[in-house]
């Protein structure tokens, strides 16, 4: 068996799903373990170990029950880079390999495909190590009950980090010799989860107050000068963001600022493409000048979604700019001929994190020619570099500054700047490009969905839409089964996995965004069902709570998680929002007391670490505020009514409820309800704008912080 180490991961990846595998015995053959017939990349990027990898299946923990033998389940996801580092120095070695074959059974999931498997054991990682992360390497008993937890291990000790080979022996002794201490190890861990299980009662506390104390906290570690919050690294937290632009429209300027200083800073950084677009994972450092240059579907879709919120709070085109930057990038790479978006973009290429977005002055100075001092100077390039000898293309001086004493002016400056941009990044796409993960995930496409359709409805853009839709009609008709259950993920075909709560709540999400973009009655219908779906398959009525997993899915053996808004928003507070829309706009007040329930879990722990829970804290206020209503007439698709729904879109919102009244014979207008007054129909964008003047509470202070 040989190593699928490769400079051009993605095209030796491309090799192996061309396998014909109906050729292959059951073990893989010589040359394959059993993982070259999974869909996973991240599996198939193991096919070629010479451990002898498992799926997650009854196979092997048949195998492991029969041989006595414990369980080795390594996760973690195909553009992870710690994962690449561990593959190549361990699972690609003979000699680990011969440990692990000879005493464990080996399993590998991929974290995107079973979210509910890495869910539960990344909970046991944190209570054992107190931290996380991939890959994630759990050591088990047949039965599934966890007894050790560890992240990177290099192979042998190294500068005071334990080795892998070691501990793999330790281990296996153990495991033959002290059985009794791996078995109250096990008890006391299953004991630990199940009390996590149980939430702990805290006392009432008032909306205001737990949003105080989210935003002193906030402030606490908030980055006057960088923007973001922390130190290093520093993650993009849209959820953070959108909680702060809602406090600043509510009349907190400085919790605008935050928000709004912080994008301009992301944008400006290292973090943010400065060339295709798009932002990478975070940034290692606290300037956000050095990215992990992952690029995740999830990340486009969350920072487009707060971007166009900062666009509608202080209409800032900057704002816009950013998410339709994102839009192109996400059209560029992130888009399958089917009209599916790809999960994500590795970090490394040729075998180096980084290489594909790193320059040296020399190269630029070829490419660009006379302009090359214009673009070095704006983008921070050098000859030395910023980042190990090359560039991290990256803003750090405002470009109004270039057009003072002898310069040419702004305007002159910006079309020669992007025609820079563009020779580069022409010259950037002849590079090896990293590896694409082309699963299409349900729960990701529903947030690119969301914010296509949010983009489309602010700008006008029927581009938008239409991609929006084209990704939502491509869930629906490979990502539903014959019975209308929705699945996980497709990489060639559907896989069988059923979806999760998330990928309910994620996809209900982005077709609630495409009926207020499209007024398309359909939309909302499938919404509305795909709400009613959450309910069958989520809600445990016995419990009176709602479950990550399906109960007509595969459960893990303890119902532990460690809930919270994190870089994706909890599931349970956007099917919370999702619940409280749809009530709203469907005459279905039900709903309100499920999404009730759907926050239970979230407060109870709110009290203690509100940041932790900004989602729940916004689905909160939507159950506590009066929605706005905006009730609309006439033809959807005359160019009134789209002007008139732009309008709506465009305009900082909070709660708002789009209804599309049965009767296309009417004049188009739209008639708006706040505040326990409903006024005159509007039939144009002037009278509109004066009804919402009336209508909405006064917005504070827009200005942004300058970067």
């Known amino acids: 068996m040989t190593s699928g180490s490769t400079l051009d991961s993605g095209a030796h990846l491309a090799e192996l799903l061309a396998i014909d595998k109906n050729s292959l015995p059951a073990d893989g053959g010589e040359r394959f373990n059993r993982l070259i017939f999974a869909r996973s990349p991240y599996l198939l990027q193991h096919a070629e170990n010479p451990v002898d990898w498992y799926e997650w299946g009854q196979e092997a923990f048949e195998l492991a029950r029969r041989e006595s033998r414990p369980i080795l389940l390594s996760i973690g996801y195909a553009t992870c880079h710690w994962c690449h580092v561990m593959a190549h120095e361990s699972f690609e070695d003979n000699e680990v390999a011969g440990l692990l074959n000879r005493h464990f059974v080996c399993i590998k999931v991929d974290r995107e495909e079973r979210p509910d498997i890495d869910d539960f054991y990344m909970t046991v990682a944190q209570v054992l190590t107190g931290s996380g992360g991939w890959p994630l390497n759990i050591f088990m008993t047949p039965d599934k009950r966890p007894f050790f937890a560890m992240t990177y291990l290099p192979k042998h000790d190294r500068q005071g980090m334990r080795g892998l080979t070691g501990l793999l022996g330790n281990i296996a002794t153990l495991w033959r010799q002290q059985p009794d201490k791996i078995e109250n190890n096990c008890d006391a861990i299953m004991e630990t989860l199940e009390n996590i299980a149980q939430p702990i009662p805290q006392e009432l506390s008032d909306l205001d107050e737990l949003n105080q104390d989210a935003l002193e906290q906030l402030s606490s570690i908030y980055d006057k000068d960088l923007g973001g919050f922390g130190t290093s690294p520093k993650f993009p937290m849209p959820i953070n963001l959108s909680w702060l632009i809602e406090q600043g429209a509510a009349g907190n300027s400085e919790a605008l600022d935050m928000a709004l200083f912080t994008l301009r800073m992301m944008r400006c950084g290292g973090i943010w493409d400065q060339l295709g677009g798009g932002l990478h994972r975070y940034s290692v450092d606290q300037k956000w000048l050095v990215p992990h240059f992952e690029k995740m579907l999830y990340d486009q879709a969350m920072l487009a979604l707060v971007s166009l919120e900062a666009f509608q709070a202080s209409s800032d085109t900057f704002f816009l700019d950013t998410a339709l930057g994102i839009f192109g990038f996400v059209a560029a790479d992130l888009t399958s001929p089917q009209g599916g978006f790809y999960s994500a973009l590795d970090a490394d290429s040729e075998g180096e994190e980084g290489t594909f977005y790193l320059w040296t002055k020399e190269e630029i100075d070829t490419i660009l020619g006379a302009d090359a001092a214009l673009f070095c100077r704006l983008y921070d390039v050098s000859s030395y570099g910023n980042f190990e000898g090359r560039t991290i293309l990256n803003i750090p001086t405002d470009i109004a500054h270039f057009s003072a004493n002898d310069d040419p002016d702004l305007d002159t400056i910006e079309q020669t700047l992007e025609a820079c941009c563009e020779r580069l990044l022409e010259q950037r796409n002849k590079r090896i490009h990293p590896l694409r993960d082309e699963k299409v995930i349900t729960a990701w496409n529903g947030l690119m969905i969301a914010a296509l359709a949010k983009g ?204 599309r009244e049965p009767d296309n014979d009417s004049a188009p207008s739209v008639s708006i309800c706040a505040r326990g007054t409903c006024y005159p129909p509007a039939g144009d964008p002037a009278g509109l704008s004066r009804i919402l003047q009336q209508a909405l509470p006064p917005v504070p202070d827009k200005t942004s912080r300058p970067a």
């Not at 700008?459 to 084209?470: D, M, N, P, V, Y």
């Not at 999400?509 to 009613?532: C, R, Y």
């Not at 399906?550 to 956007?574: K, N, T, Y």
């Open 456 to 659: 489309g409805a602010i700008t006008g853009s029927q581009l938008f839409i239409e991609r929006a839709a084209r990704a939502a009609d491509f869930i629906l008709q490979n990502l539903r089964r014959t019975d209308g259950r929705l699945l996980r993920s497709y990489m060639g075909g559907p896989s069988d996995i059923p979806g999760f709560l998330e990928d309910y709540a994620f996809f209900t999400h982005g077709l609630i965004e495409l009926f207020e973009a499209t007024l398309d009655q359909s939309w909302q219908d499938t919404a509305l069902h795909l709400a009613d779906e959450t309910l069958r398959l989520f809600y445990d009525r016995g419990a009176g709570e709602f479950t990550k997993t399906g109960a007509d899915a595969e459960q893990m053996p303890v119902r532990a998680s460690l809930e919270h808004d994190g870089v994706l928003p909890s599931p349970f507070s956007l099917a919370a929002k999702n619940f409280i829309r749809l009530a709203h706009c469907t005459e279905r007040p039900d709903l309100l007391d499920h999404a009730h329930a759907l926050l239970a879990t979230s407060l109870d722990d709110a009290r203690r670490h509100p940041t932790a829970h900004l989602g729940a804290l916004q689905a909160l206020a939507m159950l506590e505020n009066e929605p706005i209503l905006a009730a609309f007439r006439g033809q959807r698709d005359s160019a009134v009514t789209r002007e008139l729904l732009q309008f709506v879109k465009a305009s900082y919102i909070p709660n708002l409820a789009i209804i």
